[in-house]
C-alpha cells in the first residue's frame, strides 16, 4: 500500500449493483479507498471498481473478511439479515446505517409500528396472520386493500393489491408456506407518488434534496422529476421536516429516500429507504453534491454537500431492458438528437424489463425535459414503439 | 466476458495519471469497457480502474500486448514515441489522435513549422543548433528570448528563459549533451494566459469549449477561470475558430487544448495537447460534458455532448503537494467552510510541488469563485500561509 492509501479512509460498500457502482464513481473524486463485495467479476460495481472482493454479500463469513480491510461498511441494499448486522457490529465492524436504523428498511412491520410512535403520516395498515385480519381491516376501509410482505420486497414484489377476501386468501396461503409475515394496507388514493431525500452524518447534520416526483409503473420507478412540479412550497418543505425528523429519529447515517403518496390533504408515508436511491439518480447531473457523493461524505462523518441543483429542473427516465441486449449500437442517434442528454448505463446483462441504466436531462420546461428523457429510453431499449 | 461486454467497444488508455482516472471516471456512466495501460497499482488510474494493466506505455512490445484487447487506444499522455505509433498503426491498432496528429504534440518544431503554413498566429521562433542561431535571434527581437526542448517537456520543464548569450549557450550545452533538438521563441509581452479546447470526432463533428484564463506560476497551471472574464466576444469567437480550424487541419480525433497568449493586438499559440488537459479540468462540475466524457465519445466516434456551461463561471484550482502527506484529514475543514466546493484527489503519492488534485467552485462571481478555491486548494496544501 503507497503513503496516499494509509492517509485515506477504505469504505467497503455491500453489494455490486448499480448503487455501488455510482457511488464508486462518486468516490473517485473523493480519493477514498472504495473496495465492493459482489457476487462476480460481472455484477455492475465489480466491473468497474479496482478493488472488488467477490462472496455472499448476506453471510457473516464473506462479511467478515471484508469487513477486516475497511474502516466502515456501507450498504448497495437492504438484505443483509440482522442477526449478521448484530454479529458484525460485535466484532467491531462500523455499520453506517447501523442495524437499529436498518430494521426500519428491512420489515415494513417494524416500520410502520415506528412511524406510529413518531406520529408520521401513515396509510391505516395492520399485521395479518390470517384472513379475519383482512376481511376486518377491508370493513372499515373498503375493497381493494393492499397486501405486503413485511420483508424482502422490493421493485414492486411483495406488493398484492387484492380486490377480494378469495384473492387475500391466495395471497396469505403463499406467504404462510414462504413464512413471510405480512401486513396490510388501505390503498391510498393518491394523487402522484412524491419522494424526498436527506443525508445525514453521525455528527448529525442534515441535508435535504428537493422533493421530486416519481412515476412507477407496475411497482417500478419508470420517470422522476425534479423539484415536483406544481407542490405547494408548504408542502414541499413539510416533506423534507419529515424526511429530517426520520433520519434523525431513526438514527440514519448516509442517505435516507423516503417514498410519499401525495393525497388531496396531504402526503403518507409509503416506504424507506437508508441507501442512494432510484429517485435520486438525477442528483449526478442535476445538483451539486451526488446523492452518491452525499452517501460517502455522510458515512465518512464528513461535512455535507450542497444539495443545491444546477437547473431549474431534472428530469431522468430509467432504462429497462427490451429484448435487444445491444443498448450502446442506439447510443449515436440518442447522442446525436439531444446533446444535452446525459446516458447512464450499469454494464448489466440485458434482460426485459431489467433497469440497466437511465438517461437524465436539465433545463427549464419539465413537460420539455420528460419528452425527451421518454423518448431516449424507449429509443434506447429499442422494442418497437 | 459477460454478453452485455460483447456489445460495448472497449476503450484503452495508455499511461495511468490522474487524465485516465478521470476518463475512466467518465467511462463508468458510459458503460464502455475501459482499460488501462499503467506503470503499477499504485498508478492514479489503476487505482480506481477495475481493468488495469501494467507495462512499459511507451514500449512497443507492451503497447502491442494491450492493444489486443481494445477495440481503439487513446492517451493520457504525449510520450509514445512515433516509430512506436507508426508500428502499432501499421498492426492495425486503432489509434485516436493517430501519429500524424500526435507529432504536433510531440515536437514544437514540427508544431511551430505546420502552424507557419496553416497561418495560425505564432511568436517569432526559429530552430538552434548552435549559439549563433540564439544571438541572431535576439539580436531581432531583443533578450531575454525563450529556449525550448522540441520534444519530452511539460509542466515549465524543457522551457528557459534565457537573458543573454551566456545563459544561452549553458542551455545549448546540455541539449546537445542529451541530443535534445531546441527551438528558440520571443518572449511574448503578453496580458495573460488563455486555453480554448475543442473536441473532433473521426466523422468530424466538432464541439468547442468557452475560452479560459489560465493562470500558470513556474510554467505550473495553478488557477483556471472560465470563461476568461472580460474576454471580448470577438476575440474569443475567433480563439474557438482557431482551435477548430487546428483540430481540423491536424487530423486531431479527441481533445484537443491550443494553450494561447492573449497580447494587445490578439492571440499567439504557445502550446498544444490532444488529450484532456488541466486546463479543462473545470468542466466535469462546470458544463454539461466534461471534457473527460467528450474525449471518450470523441474516440468512439459517437456524437459529441452539449460543451455548454451550468454556471456563469466556473473557476478550478490545482492542488499542489505540501509537506504533508495527510490530505484527507483536511477535507473536514474546507468541505465545512464550502459545502458548494467539489474536491478531487488523485490518488497520488503527496510530494511537494505534485499534483495531487483540484478543487472546482461554480457560481456568479469570478472574483468570489477565485478567492474560495484559492483558500481550499492552499488550505489543502496545509503549509503554513
Redesign the interface.
Known amino acids: 500500500m ?4 494509509r ?3 477504505a469504505v467497503g460498500m455491500v453489494g455490486g449493483g448499480q448503487l455501488a ?2 457511488t ?2 462518486a ?6 479507498d ?1 473496495r465492493v463485495l459482489a457476487a462476480g467479476p ?1 455484477d455492475s460495481a ?5 478493488d ?1 472482493r467477490f462472496g455472499d454479500d448476506r453471510g457473516l463469513d464473506d462479511l467478515l473478511a471484508f469487513a477486516e480491510d475497511c474502516d466502515v461498511l456501507t450498504f448497495d441494499h437492504e438484505h443483509v439479515p440482522q442477526p449478521v448486522l448484530r454479529e458484525l457490529e460485535r466484532t467491531g465492524t462500523v455499520l453506517r446505517p447501523g442495524p437499529d436504523a436498518l430494521r426500519h428498511a428491512q420489515d415494513k412491520l417494524v416500520m410502520r409500528a415506528r412511524l406510529r410512535e413518531l406520529g408520521a403520516p401513515c396509510p391505516r395498515w395492520r399485521e395479518v396472520s390470517e384472513i379475519g385480519h383482512v376481511t376486518d381491516f377491508a370493513a372499515g376501509t373498503g375493497w381493494p386493500v393492499v397486501l405486503k410482505a413485511a420483508r424482502g420486497g422490493y421493485d414492486g414484489k411483495g406488493v398484492w393489491v387484492v380486490g377480494d377476501a378469495e384473492e387475500a386468501a391466495a395471497v396469505l396461503d403463499r406467504a404462510a408456506r414462504e413464512r413471510v409475515p405480512l401486513l396490510v394496507e388501505e390503498r391510498v388514493a393518491f394523487r402522484r407518488e412524491l419522494a424526498v431525500q436527506v443525508a445525514r452524518s453521525p455528527y448529525g447534520q442534515v ?1 435535504a434534496y428537493p422533493v421530486v416526483e416519481t412515476v412507477q409503473r407496475d411497482g417500478i420507478c419508470h420517470e422522476v422529476v425534479a423539484p415536483a412540479p406544481g407542490l405547494a412550497e408548504d408542502r414541499a418543505v413539510a416533506a423534507q421536516e419529515l424526511a429530517i425528523e426520520l433520519a434523525t429519529s431513526l438514527d440514519v447515517v448516509g442517505m435516507l429516500a423516503v417514498e410519499l403518496f401525495e393525497t388531496d390533504t396531504g402526503v403518507v408515508v409509503n416506504e424507506l429507504a437508508m441507501r442512494p436511491h432510484n429517485s435520486g439518480h438525477w442528483t ?2 442535476g445538483a ?2 451526488s446523492q452518491f457523493e452525499q452517501h460517502l ?1 455522510a458515512v465518512l462523518d ?5 444539495p ?1 441543483t ?2 431549474p429542473y431534472a428530469v431522468m427516465a430509467n432504462l429497462l431492458g427490451g429484448r435487444d ?5 442506439r ?2 442517434h440518442v ?2 438528437k439531444d ?2 442528454l ?9 434482460r426485459p424489463g431489467r433497469k440497466i ?1 437511465h438517461v437524465t436531462v ?1 433545463g427549464d420546461d419539465p413537460a420539455d425535459l420528460l419528452e425527451r428523457a421518454r423518448t431516449a429510453a424507449a429509443y434506447l431499449k429499442g422494442d418497437p414503439q
Chains 1, 2 share one sequence.
Open positions: 503507497s503513503e496516499t492509501s492517509t485515506v479512509p457502482r455510482m464508486h464513481q468516490g473517485i473524486a473523493l480519493g477514498v472504495f460481472d465489480a466491473r468497474v471498481c479496482a472488488a441535508a449526478i447531473d451539486r453534491t461524505r464528513l461535512p455535507l454537500g450542497s443545491r444546477v437547473a441486449p445491444d443498448v450502446y449500437s447510443y449515436i447522442m446525436a446533446p444535452e446525459k446516458v447512464h448505463l450499469y454494464g448489466k446483462q440485458v441504466g436539465v
